[in-house]
T-cell receptor
Framework: KAGVTQTPRYLIKTRGQQVTLSCSPI?????VSWYQQTPGQGLQFLFE???????NKGNFPGRFSGRQFSNSRSEMNVSTLELGDSALYLC??????????????FGPGTRLTVT | DQQVKQNSPSLSVQEGRISILNCDYT??????FLWYKKYPAEGPTFLIS???IKDKNEDGRFTVFLNKSAKHLSLHIVPSQPGDSAVYFC??????????????WGLGTSLAVNP
């Protein structure tokens, strides 16, 4: 069974630009969660989508948004990029909602660098 | 305010010895706990979990202990191997609050197992 895939793996953007990251969950998984990982902050939860609906949201500004398609694939968008947005963005899928499922399966992440 | 705390950012252990990674939580209502392992340039992978109705769960070299009265859990790796060198994340799941159940993550502990 194919794992969670994320594209692109690496991205370099400049301040003020916007970026879209993509995540394809494991087949049959309906939940996709997004996380931001930085060295000093660990895994910070961004949001979770289940059946095309945002079910949970972390404490990030409105510049961070996402959506989920009918095939469960998800995209995350960050507008007006800031230097502090440089991080590893991880996507995780699970059969049910993250807090209810036994485990989440993570993709390799997208390394975003904002200059 | 961190609801899940991994107070040791790093740990170094000799190969063959026991590794003990600790995690504290503040919310006594958390009822499910998970440990994930993360290698550089990869997403976290699920390691082991424990429900609050248990105080111990074992899987091969990995054992998780839960002390509910102290709001503390620990992951024991015996014997430690160089391949165990990774960042270990503790995560907790609060009780179901409608559709708002989500995982709360610690900041991680970097384990180095020296040959």
């Amino acid at each position: 069974k194919a794992g969670v895939t994320q594209t692109p793996r690496y991205l370099i953007k400049t301040r003020g630009q916007q970026v879209t990251l993509s995540c394809s969950p494991i087949s049959g998984h309906r939940s996709v969660s997004w996380y931001q990982q930085t060295p000093g902050q660990g895994l910070q939860f961004l949001f979770e989508y289940f059946s095309e609906t945002q079910r949970n949201k972390g404490n990030f500004p409105g510049r961070f948004s996402g959506r989920q398609f009918s095939n469960s694939r998800s995209e995350m968008n960050v507008s007006t990029l800031e230097l502090g947005d440089s991080a590893l963005y991880l996507c995780a899928s699970s059969r049910g909602l993250a807090g209810e499922s036994v485990e989440q399966y993570f993709g390799p992440g997208t390394r975003l660098t904002v200059t | 305010d961190q609801q899940v705390k991994q107070n040791s950012p790093s740990l170094s252990v000799q190969e063959g010895r026991i590794s003990i990674l600790n995690c504290d939580y503040t919310n006594s209502m958390f009822d499910y706990f998970l440990w994930y392992k993360k290698y550089p340039a990869e997403g976290p992978t699920f390691l082991i979990s424990i429900s609050s109705i248990k105080d111990k769960n074992e899987d091969g070299r990995f054992t998780v202990f839960l002390n509910k009265s102290a709001k503390h859990l620990s992951l024991h790796i015996v014997p430690s191997q160089p391949g165990d060198s990774a960042v270990y994340f503790c995560a907790a799941s609060p009780p179901n609050a409608g559709n708002n159940r989500k995982l709360i993550w610690g900041l991680g502990t970097s384990l180095a197992v020296n040959p």
